[in-house]
């Protein structure tokens, strides 16, 4: 958008639209006294919550003369723009600040600094609350539009989250490798052609071709570089108390994430003890089945919603028990309650893609081919496998709506009972 020189002159002319706002910057001394730090945050928040588009700093919006910014400032106003994207916008706004100069008709310089402003993939407060850009102003959005607005970033919308373009990223970060791994014998031959029928690709809003949420989450060797959350937090603690004193193990999974799943069920099988008895043969009793175990990951990976920014998969065990917390409410019309009874996906996409990955994991009793099964028998295995090994069900919660949490009892030792 506005890549040349000459397309920035005379958009600046026509002035200020949906998608470009012009800015002066003003000086006392060495500091910035306009405009406020919370109006730049407002108006960066609301651009970001509507469409993509461009902020010039050094214009004015009035007289749309190019006044420029001095040199010897443009580091002072890149460091005043960072500030704001990440300390008064929330969640922080990813945005590329660079300097330009321009060359008027006059045949003077003047240098100013462009902020371009990707439509998110997030819903941005800011300080004056949450706004949106109609035209070349922004408006507070009412309740109405802001519960829309959530709804369109998570389970409810046309195109779901998990088929939604990811700012900032090209289809050159998603690995061959990784997503030939889904194509059949009925795939298409031309590689953009297959990538754009399996939704890994798709058109932006500025019709430019670059992955999807799915795309990054299963054909990007590090997703978490574009969707900061996307990882699975393991916790092995020594009691039965969450105190950073008694870690005995921890680790941030990341990749791909049917190898996030992996690896998350290794490091359970890792940590957890296996009780051993002879009667008259040895007899082993883990502290948790590992065929719930892995259900319990994949439907916290395939289930929770990306949306949120800032909250990550967390899986804790414990002496006495497993905590496995995934970021989300239930979707759509669900309960705790019948989680067991009915089924629901938030993520298609995600659910068809790993539908195609072979079983990765060493699940004992599974029957898994592969890693995703939609026959929505996941909670119930979780709940009947592991009350069998440790005489206590399994419990779902819904913390503040926001967070689903699986509490999985371990088994316990004969010594200890």
Request: charged share 25%; net charge neutral.
């Amino acid at each position: 958008m506005f890549d040349e020189t000459g397309s920035i002159l005379k958009h600046i002319v026509l002035g200020e639209d949906s998608v470009l706002e012009l800015k002066n910057i003003e000086f006392k001394g060495i500091r910035i006294s306009g405009p406020h730090r919370n109006s730049m945050a407002d108006e960066l928040a609301a651009m970001a919550n509507s469409h993509s588009g461009v902020v010039l700093l050094g214009v004015d919006d009035k007289s749309k003369m190019i006044l420029g910014i001095p040199e010897d400032k443009l580091d002072t106003v890149e460091a005043w723009l960072r500030e704001i994207a990440n300390d008064l916008i929330e969640p922080p706004l990813d945005c590329v600040i660079l300097k330009q100069s321009l060359v008027l008709r006059d045949g003077s310089e003047r240098a100013i600094i462009r902020v371009n402003v990707p439509r998110s993939l997030f819903v941005h407060r800011s300080p004056g609350g949450y706004f949106q850009r109609i035209g070349s102003s922004k408006r507070q959005m009412k309740p109405e539009v802001l519960a829309r607005k959530f709804q369109q970033r998570s389970q409810v919308r046309l195109i779901r989250f998990d088929e939604q373009t990811v700012p900032r990223s090209h289809i050159e970060d998603l690995f061959p490798t990784l997503w030939n791994r889904f194509r059949t014998v009925l795939s298409p031959i031309n590689d953009q052609e297959f990538l754009e029928k399996m939704k890994l690709i798709s058109f932006d809003d500025e019709e430019r071709l670059c992955p999807t949420v799915s795309g990054i989450l299963m054909a990007c060797e590090t997703p978490e570089s574009f969707i900061s959350s996307a990882f699975i937090q393991v916790v092995c603690y020594r009691g039965k108390e969450r105190n950073a004193g008694s870690q005995l193990d921890a680790k941030d999974i990341t990749g791909p994430l049917d190898l996030q799943i992996r690896e998350a069920c290794k490091f359970v099988e890792r940590n957890m003890r296996v009780y051993a008895v002879k009667a008259p043969y040895r007899i082993e009793t883990p502290q948790f089945s590992m065929n719930a175990v892995f259900e319990a990951v994949v439907n916290a990976v395939v289930h929770r919603d990306y949306s949120i920014y800032g909250s990550k998969i967390r899986v804790h065990i414990f002496s006495d028990r497993l905590e496995i917390f995934s970021p989300g409410d239930i979707p759509n019309t669900m309960t705790v309650d019948s989680l067991s009874q009915r089924q629901s996906v938030r993520n298609e996409l995600l659910s068809s893609l790993l539908a195609r990955c072979p079983m990765n994991v060493n699940a004992t009793n599974s029957q898994r081919s592969f890693i995703m099964d939609k026959r929505g028998e996941g909670v119930p295995i979780i709940l009947s496998e592991s009350e069998e090994l440790s005489g206590f069900r399994p419990v779902y919660q819904l913390l503040d709506n926001a967070e689903l949490k699986l509490t999985i009892f371990a088994a316990i030792s004969p010594h200890q009972e």
